[in-house]
């Protein structure tokens, strides 16, 4: 059984940061493309980013570039996602992801029905 748990959400000023966290068990991360998603309050979920499984292909939302980062621990079998700079509309349900299909050791997919597990998510909140 494959489990992922997030943590690390929580409410922050405007320009702060939170670093939220996802732990893997049942799969490791080394055979594991992670990504993480947002659900704004009362919209879609949305991809965020995602790190392919060989940890060397990263990708993001055009709307973090430069102020999120996602990377990942082998040993601890986590994923993280660093938020600088945040802003209002960061604010939602933060989940991971993971992408169980042994396609291309780089690929890193962008849509939710691409994924095979998710978590339950943390919340992040954006004062003004």
């Known amino acids: 059984q494959v489990t992922l748990v997030e943590s690390g959400g929580g409410l922050v000023q405007a320009g702060g940061s939170l670093r939220l966290s996802c732990a893997i068990s049942?799969?490791?991360?080394?055979?594991?493309?992670v990504g993480w998603f947002r659900q704004p309050p009362g919209k879609a979920r949305e991809f965020v980013a995602g790190i392919s499984r060989s940890g060397l292909t990263t990708i993001y939302a055009d709307s973090v570039k430069g102020r999120f980062t996602i990377s990942r621990d082998i040993a601890k079998n986590t994923v993280y996602l660093q938020t600088n700079s945040l802003e209002p509309d960061d604010t939602g349900v933060y989940c991971c992801a993971a992408d169980a299909d042994w396609g291309r050791i780089s690929t890193v997919k962008t849509l939710i029905s691409d994924y095979d597990y998710w978590g339950q998510g943390t919340q992040v909140t954006v004062s003004s």
């Open positions: 049942g799969r490791t991360l080394g055979n594991t493309a």
